[in-house]
């Protein structure tokens, strides 16, 4: 049975705006719990790729950190999908470009949070940069929704 690559597409393209959903939540709880800088390293955690998750603040920043290596794996994945398999949907194309690197840039400015000390500047740029990159998910997952036809519908209108 061959894959269907429309679906397949639309999965990774709802996985990637729900983890990065998720990643706003769990951001939101490390913020809360003042655990930003429980792992005062980047990209390790205490010099350790898992460190140790007894400590509350280290598990959830853990956690956060997880949470969005996820999200950028759905959205890289859907990224790859869009050129290999959708280039003639430019417009699914171009969004995932767009929305990969505002989550690049989202993830630069995450490591400069903790390597600024949790500058109060470089947290809201980090907070506004994740709300874009829900957005601009959100976006892809839901024009990866649309029916191929009614896109080309709809650059012809």
Same mark, same amino acid.
């Given at each position: 049975?061959?894959?269907?690559?429309?679906?397949?597409?639309?999965? /990774?393209?709802?996985?990637?705006?729900?983890?990065?959903?998720?990643?706003? !939540?769990? +951001?939101?709880? !490390?913020?809360?719990?003042?655990?930003?800088?429980?792992?005062?390293?980047? $990209?390790?955690?205490?010099?350790?790729?898992?460190?140790?998750?007894?400590? %509350?603040?280290?598990?959830?920043?853990?956690?956060?950190? /997880?949470?969005?290596?996820? %999200?950028?794996?759905?959205?890289?994945?859907?990224?790859?999908?869009?050129?290999?398999?959708?280039? $003639?949907?430019?417009?699914?194309?171009?969004?995932? !470009?767009?929305?990969?690197?505002?989550?690049?840039?989202?993830?630069?400015?995450?490591?400069? %949070?903790? %390597?600024?000390?949790?500058?109060?500047? !470089?947290?809201?740029?980090?907070?506004?940069?994740?709300?874009?990159?829900?957005?601009?998910?959100?976006?892809?997952? =839901?024009?990866? =929704?649309?029916?191929?036809?009614?896109?080309? +519908?709809?650059?012809?209108?």
């Amino acid at each position: 049975m061959p894959i269907d690559r429309r679906r397949l597409l639309q999965v /990774m393209a709802i996985l990637g705006a729900v983890c990065a959903y998720a990643t706003i !939540v769990v +951001g939101g709880t !490390v913020r809360g719990m003042a655990a930003g800088l429980a792992c005062p390293d980047w $990209p390790l955690c205490n010099g350790s790729v898992v460190p140790d998750l007894a400590d %509350t603040g280290i598990l959830v920043e853990y956690i956060h950190r /997880m949470v969005a290596a996820l %999200t950028g794996i759905f959205m890289l994945s859907t990224l790859v999908a869009a050129v290999l398999w959708f280039r $003639p949907e430019m417009r699914i194309v171009t969004l995932s !470009v767009m929305s990969f690197a505002i989550l690049v840039t989202q993830v630069a400015v995450g490591a400069l %949070t903790i %390597t600024s000390g949790n500058d109060w500047a !470089v947290v809201t740029i980090h907070l506004a940069l994740g709300t874009a990159t829900l957005a601009s998910a959100l976006i892809v997952a =839901l024009v990866s =929704l649309w029916p191929s036809n009614a896109l080309a +519908g709809s650059a012809a209108a």
